[in-house]
């Protein structure tokens, strides 16, 4: 079938940021500040990807899991303090004190570290008005114009039908890569691909999420009825049940994750079914609970997330792949943009925990190379998020929300810089774009 349409309105922004998830928004709040004419697109009618629209609120990846020493700064840690996820200062740069590996749980589990959801809405639509960033909310990217390795326009639908942007920069925030995918740069799908997650919420649990204690029993609770209930034929795939808190003041209110969705995300009907499949499992586990669980006796299922997460889909092949080898010896580059520090968290396509071990679950801070935010054979785009270059094994680490923020700060950064100086990405100067970073108190 042939399909044309007329195009009557185009956009002409320096930079294009697509999609306004973590990596999304601190890329284009970081593009604005450094003097790029900014535009981000997105299809939820808020920005935060995950942490709002997936109720993955969790601050993964922000601070040394031995040690807790903060590893990021710049916009995302100022989105962090104005989202109450983090009060300043802390004493030593630190979230908690360092109490021996197997034991830091005890203590980083007990430091309010949860984004507040409604108030990450709130502070990412105050950011982007306060930057002057033209954002298109309920919008979505369903094609990219390319030509000689170049892309001349990336087409959006909503509900004006049609219109089309002519960037200078794109930098692609979507996740799955799709705008690297469609303007023709290599990219790979595993065939092994992590498991998605719905997120449910639930109230009235007789218990006080905001002491360890009772965070602590309601998990130790909830592992034991998955067990004997998978045991038993009851339910099928799951995970391990993590209670991550709302904010830092409720107290008898959770949401959980531990549905296991296999799908491959860039499948429409996959997509599709996996969303079914996992209210379908929220359903069984709360029945689960509320007959074995003491403190679910009198609980309440409020809402699944509007969307489910996806922790891998499709990563561009940059001009260099991160590799678990790089994390595990905590290699640091010349062009090092960021730092990484969450586990290797490789979650499996089988019912069952998917715990970490000594190899994987303390890993010192590592580096993040700017060229993998470099597409190959696409001159005027940048990536940021999960969709970078990393192998699968190494994505178990670098996928999580504050390690995805702080490479976009580095991703809008250097998308500024490059139209500022008239060139591609991959040409801007490397060691001034760390120093600003640095000085814009990122640490590097």
């Not at 195009?7 to 003097?35: F, H, N, S």
């Not at 001009?319 to 080898?325: F, K, M, P, S, W």
């Not at 970078?388 to 950064?413: F, I, K, P, Q, Y």
């Amino acid at each position: 079938m042939n399909y044309s349409i007329n195009v009557e309105k185009c956009y002409e922004p320096d930079v294009l940021v697509c999609g306004m998830g973590p990596a999304g928004l601190t890329a284009a709040i970081a593009a604005a500040r450094t003097g790029a004419k900014v535009m981000g697109i997105e299809k939820c009618g808020y920005s935060g990807g995950n942490i709002t629209n997936g109720m993955v609120n969790t601050c993964c990846g922000i601070a040394n899991q031995l040690t807790g020493e903060l590893v990021v700064g710049g916009i995302t840690l100022e989105i962090c303090t104005k989202t109450d996820a983090v009060e300043l200062p802390l004493k030593d740069n630190k979230l908690f004190t360092s109490v021996g590996p197997y034991k830091h749980q005890s203590n980083s589990e007990s430091i309010p570290v949860y984004f507040d959801i409604e108030l990450f809405k709130y502070i990412a639509d105050r950011m982007i008005l306060e930057h002057n960033i033209d954002i298109l909310y309920h919008t979505r990217i369903f094609d990219v114009v390319s030509s000689s390795g170049h892309i001349d326009y990336v087409m959006l639908a909503n509900k004006e039908r049609v219109t089309a942007v002519k960037p200078n920069i794109v930098v692609d925030c979507t996740g799955d890569g799709d705008v690297a995918a469609w303007s023709g740069a290599p990219t790979v799908v595993d065939d092994n691909l992590y498991p998605g997650t719905v997120k449910f919420l639930v109230d009235n649990l007789d218990a006080d999420f905001r002491t360890a204690k009772d965070r602590q029993s309601v998990r130790t609770n909830t592992q034991k009825a998955m067990i004997k209930a998978h045991k038993d034929g009851r339910i099928g795939l799951y995970t391990v049940p993590f209670a991550s808190r709302l904010n830092r003041q409720v107290r008898d209110s959770a949401s959980f994750n531990n549905t296991k969705l296999p799908l491959v995300s860039i499948d429409a009907e996959s997509l599709t079914a996996a969303e079914i499949t996992g209210r379908e499992q929220v359903h069984q586990f709360m029945k689960v609970y509320k007959d074995e669980v003491p403190e679910f006796k009198d609980a309440q299922l409020i809402l699944t997330g509007p969307n489910l997460g996806v922790r891998e889909s499709r990563r561009i092949i940059g001009e260099y792949i991160l590799t678990v080898d790089d994390l595990r010896n905590n290699r640091h580059f010349d062009d090092s943009i960021a730092k990484g520090t969450w586990p290797i968290d490789v979650v499996g396509n089988k019912a069952g925990p998917d715990g970490w071990n000594a190899d994987t679950a303390f890993i010192r801070p590592y580096g993040i190379p700017y060229r993998t935010l470099l597409p190959q054979k696409v001159d005027n785009l940048l990536v940021a998020g999960r969709c970078h270059s990393a192998t699968h094994e190494a994505l178990g680490s670098t996928r999580v929300a504050l390690t995805a923020m702080v490479m976009g700060e580095a991703a809008g950064t250097a998308a500024a810089m490059a139209v500022d100086a008239s060139v591609a990405p991959k040409n801007i100067d490397i060691s001034k774009l760390r120093e600003l970073l640095i000085s814009n108190g990122g640490i590097i």
